[in-house]
């Protein structure tokens, strides 16, 4: 079986959104989580994927990334 990109979900002191997602995107959540708690014996709920997810699509976005770097100059920070 293949490597999860999501491994270990980190416990950090959340911020409430209030989200619908499309039906497809919860399926695939769920499946995902299934997937996990296979793999690492951890029980995982689908909606706690949603933060590392996005943490991870966002780290490995280089025009996210790049742009963010020249906002930070822009600000001299």
């Not at 299934?34 to 943490?55: C, D």
Request: no cysteine; aromatic share 4%.
């Amino acid at each position: 079986m293949p490597k999860l990109k999501i491994d270990n979900v980190e416990d950090e002191t959340p911020v409430t959104l209030s989200i619908k997602l499309p039906a497809m995107i919860h399926r695939d959540l769920v499946a995902y989580a299934e997937l996990l708690n296979r793999e690492g014996g951890q029980s995982t709920e689908p909606k706690s994927l949603i933060a590392p997810m996005l943490k991870r699509f966002m780290a490995t976005d280089r025009a996210f990334a790049k742009s963010r770097r020249a906002l930070r100059r822009e600000k001299g920070g």
